[in-house]
C-alpha cells in the first residue's frame, strides 16, 4: 500500500470512528428531546414535584457556587503560588472529590457532619445544629463535587499569570492583598467564569452524595435530579420533562462558555 493509500484509510478510519462515537453520545440526549412532545413536556412541568425541585435546585446550586467562588479562589491562589512538595499534595488533594463516587462522597459527609459524626458531634453538642437531611446539607454535598472543578480551572489561571507583573507590583508596595485583588483576579476573570459555570452545572446535576446526605424530601432536599429519579416511579413523561430541563440547562452552560473562549488564531 502506497502512502497516500494508507494515509486516506486512516483519515477514513478516524473520521468513521469519532463520527460513531460521537453519535453514541449525542443519541440518549437526542433521544430524551426527540420523543417528547411539546404538550406532554408541559404536562410533566406540570407535576407536583417539579416547580419545588426547581426552586430547590436554583436556590442551592447558587449558594454552592458562591462557597465555592469564594473559598475556592482564595485556596487555588495559594495553591498556585506554591512551589513545595507539600502544595503538590494539597493541590492533588482538592481533586479527589472528582474521582470519588458521589454515593462514596455523601456517605463521607455523613459520616464526619452527622449527627454521630467525626465533626458533627461536635457541632450538634456545642451549636444544638444537625446538618443531614436539611437544605444546608444539600449545599454541602454540591459545594463538595462541584468544587474542584473550579479549583482546577482557577489553579490553572493563576499559574499562567506572568511572575513580572506580581513582582513588579510587589515591588511598587502593593501588599498580598491588593496584588492578588488587582492583578490576579481581574486578568484570570475569563478562566474563573469558566470555570465558575462548569462547577455550577456539576452541582445542578448533583444526585448521589445528595441522597446519601441530604435525603430525597420534597420541597427540602429533592433538587431536580432526585426529581427526576422519584418520578421515574409513577410518571416517565414527568422524569423526561424534568430531564430536558436539566439538559437545556447544561447545554446553555456549554455554550456560554464556547462564547466566552477567545477565538483562535487562524493557521
Known amino acids: 500500500m502506497t502512502f497516500r493509500a494508507s494515509r486516506l484509510a486512516w483519515n477514513v478510519?478516524?473520521?468513521?470512528?469519532?463520527?460513531?462515537?460521537?453519535?453514541?453520545?449525542?443519541?440518549?440526549?437526542?433521544?430524551?428531546?426527540l420523543s417528547l412532545r411539546w404538550d406532554e413536556l408541559t404536562a410533566g412541568l406540570s407535576h407536583p414535584l417539579a416547580v419545588p425541585a426547581l426552586k430547590l435546585t436554583l436556590l442551592t446550586s447558587a449558594c454552592s457556587l458562591l462557597v465555592v467562588t469564594?473559598?475556592?479562589?482564595?485556596?487555588?491562589?495559594?495553591?498556585?503560588?506554591g512551589q513545595s512538595r507539600a502544595a503538590r499534595w494539597l493541590e492533588t488533594l482538592s481533586q479527589i472529590p472528582i474521582v470519588m463516587p458521589p454515593a462514596?462522597?455523601?456517605?463521607?459527609?455523613?459520616?464526619?457532619?452527622?449527627?454521630?459524626?467525626?465533626?458533627?458531634r461536635w457541632l450538634t453538642s456545642a451549636t444544638g445544629l444537625t446538618l443531614p437531611f436539611t437544605t444546608a446539607a444539600v449545599v454541602m454535598?454540591?459545594?463538595?463535587?462541584?468544587?474542584?472543578?473550579?479549583?482546577?480551572?482557577?489553579?490553572?489561571?493563576?499559574?499562567?499569570?506572568?511572575?513580572?507583573?506580581?513582582?513588579?507590583?510587589?515591588?511598587?508596595?502593593?501588599?498580598?492583598?491588593?496584588?492578588?485583588?488587582?492583578?490576579?483576579?481581574?486578568?484570570?476573570?475569563?478562566?474563573?467564569?469558566?470555570?465558575?459555570a462548569t462547577s455550577w452545572a456539576r452541582a445542578i446535576g448533583e444526585f448521589g452524595a445528595t441522597l446519601?446526605?441530604?435525603?430525597?424530601?420534597?420541597?427540602?432536599?429533592?433538587?431536580?435530579?432526585?426529581?427526576?429519579?422519584?418520578?421515574?416511579?409513577s410518571d416517565?413523561?414527568?422524569?423526561?420533562?424534568?430531564?430536558?430541563?436539566?439538559?437545556?440547562?447544561?447545554?446553555?452552560?456549554?455554550?456560554?462558555?464556547q462564547m466566552l473562549r477567545?477565538?483562535?488564531?487562524?493557521?
Not at 104 to 120: C, E, M, N, T
Not at 262 to 267: F, G, L, Q, W
Open 104 to 120: 462514596v462522597a455523601g456517605l463521607g459527609l455523613l459520616l464526619a457532619f452527622g449527627q454521630q459524626g467525626v465533626f458533627g
Open 141 to 196: 454535598a454540591e459545594s463538595f463535587v462541584s468544587a474542584p472543578f473550579y479549583i482546577q480551572a482557577a489553579v490553572a489561571a493563576f499559574r499562567r499569570l506572568d511572575p513580572e507583573l506580581l513582582l513588579a507590583a510587589r515591588s511598587l508596595g502593593a501588599s498580598p492583598a491588593r496584588v492578588f485583588a488587582r492583578v490576579g483576579l481581574p486578568l484570570s476573570v475569563p478562566a474563573l467564569v469558566g470555570g465558575a
Open 13 to 33: 478510519l478516524g473520521r468513521t470512528a469519532a463520527a460513531a462515537f460521537l453519535a453514541f453520545l449525542v443519541a440518549p440526549v437526542l433521544a430524551l428531546v
Open 70 to 81: 469564594s473559598l475556592g479562589t482564595l485556596l487555588a491562589w495559594q495553591l498556585a503560588l
Open 262 to 267: 477567545p477565538a483562535s488564531a487562524p493557521p
Open 236 to 257: 416517565l413523561r414527568a422524569a423526561q420533562s424534568l430531564a430536558v430541563v436539566l439538559v437545556a440547562v447544561a447545554f446553555g452552560l456549554l455554550a456560554a462558555l
Open 212 to 233: 446519601m446526605f441530604a435525603g430525597n424530601l420534597t420541597g427540602r432536599t429533592q433538587t431536580m435530579s432526585l426529581a427526576v429519579y422519584t418520578s421515574m416511579e
